[in-house]
């Protein structure tokens, strides 16, 4: 059996910046590498990395030129008030707002410039 080195997902945009940009402000992600058809953000700590690519570049196959669906991306942090707060102040669009669930998490929902759904969520406090 291989051993998986490394994780990175990759979001398929059509405006890079605009996708660079949420990503950085609402999840703290430093630019890695950054160039006209491909972006690499990493957290801070190093541990999680996320790609942006170019819709239309050829390293994508054409059927997979459209818009995200039938996948979300999960980032679970300190506080989705805080980042609700900040999607609202930038004009995210923001699919759900805060919401307790019954499995102990504050959960918000908002919708990515490239159309990738992100599900943000907090441990409640108890």
């Known amino acids: ?11 398929c945009s ?3 910046e605009e996708t660079k940009t949420f990503y950085t402000k609402l999840f703290d992600f430093d630019v890695a590498f950054d ?15 996320l790609g942006i690519i170019e819709s239309s570049n050829d390293l994508v196959p054409e059927e997979f030129q459209n818009k995200p669906q039938g996948f979300y991306l999960t980032f679970v942090v300190d506080s989705a008030d805080a980042i609700f707060a900040e999607a609202k102040k930038e004009k995210y669009e923001i699919v759900a707002e805060p919401a ?6 504050r959960r918000l929902l908002l919708k990515d410039p490239s159309g990738t759904l992100v599900d943000v969520s907090s441990l409640m406090a108890v």
């Open 1 to 11: 059996m291989n051993t998986i080195n490394r994780m990175l997902t990759n979001i």
């Open 14 to 16: 059509d405006n890079l």
């Open 35 to 49: 160039s006209d058809w491909f972006i690499q953000l990493v957290s801070k700590d190093k541990n999680f990395e």
């Open 100 to 105: 307790d669930t019954e499995y102990g998490q």
